[in-house]
């Protein structure tokens, strides 16, 4: 712990923290800060004028990120039948049905997203319990309830997102935009990219300011303060 906080420490004097500067500006600074040995995630986090709580307010999308996650993406599709042969070969970790099923119930989540056919589910329905509170159950809406498996799959690896508006505040949504050892460039187009998902996501009843904060960071590195009205928010 010492070694992280005096890293911590020497991140958090290379900016000023009382003023929010632009995203361009954010991602140098973050690529400035002193290195270790993790090749951190970056993440960019909205607080937004919403209340995520009332139905008409909701927010939830998805979003492909130009240069990907830099993440490899452990995915499970649930299906049965032709689709079983079109998820493996476009690189789904692991394929199944009820066997699938079986092992989530017993506590198995050693994935990152669940796709599923929709005649899986009536079936994966009792799943929501798990699933659910973790961000994981397949929904159409964030295009992993469909009969393209296969697409969906692809997707992912390239570096589609999810994103909402989280259950506890009702208005804070984050998501990741790359490592750390993308180039500014990168960083900066995914994080554009995250940000005119968001903004296109806004719910009809949001009034006033949508993006009230937005916040760059990396896994173990201090949040860096961006200038939402850069983004047009």
């Not at 009536?122 to 009969?147: A, C, D, E, S, Y």
């Not at 992912?156 to 505040?169: C, H, L, P, T, V």
């Not at 949504?173 to 500014?184: D, M, N, R």
């Amino acid at each position: 712990m010492g070694k992280r906080g005096k890293k911590y420490a020497e991140a958090t004097e290379k900016y000023d923290k009382s003023s929010p500067v632009s995203l361009e500006e954010a991602v140098r600074i973050l690529k400035s800060f002193p290195t270790r040995k993790l090749d951190e995630s970056v993440e960019l986090s909205f607080n937004l004028g919403i209340d995520g709580k009332q139905a008409d307010q909701a927010l939830r999308g998805t979003v492909m990120l130009p240069h990907g996650t830099g993440k490899d993406v452990r995915i499970v599709v649930m299906t049965q039948g032709d689709l079983v042969a079109e998820a493996e070969e476009a690189g789904a970790d692991h394929v199944g049905a009820a066997d699938l099923i079986g092992r989530i119930e017993k506590g198995w989540l050693d994935f990152d997203l669940v796709i599923a056919s929709p005649d899986m589910m009536g079936q994966i329905g009792k799943l929501g319990r798990v699933l659910g509170p973790r961000g994981l159950m397949p929904n159409p809406k964030t295009g992993t309830v469909t009969r393209e498996v296969g697409q969906a799959v692809r997707d992912a690896k390239a570096g589609r997102i999810e994103f909402r508006a989280d259950n506890k505040s009702g208005n804070n949504a984050q998501g990741p935009i790359g490592k750390i050892s993308f180039a500014e460039d990168a960083l900066v187009e995914n994080a554009k990219a995250f940000a005119a998902a968001i903004l296109q996501a806004r719910p009809a009843m949001s009034k006033g300011q949508f993006v009230r904060k937005l916040i760059l960071s990396s896994t173990m590195g201090p949040g860096i303060r961006i200038d939402p009205s850069a983004l047009a928010a």
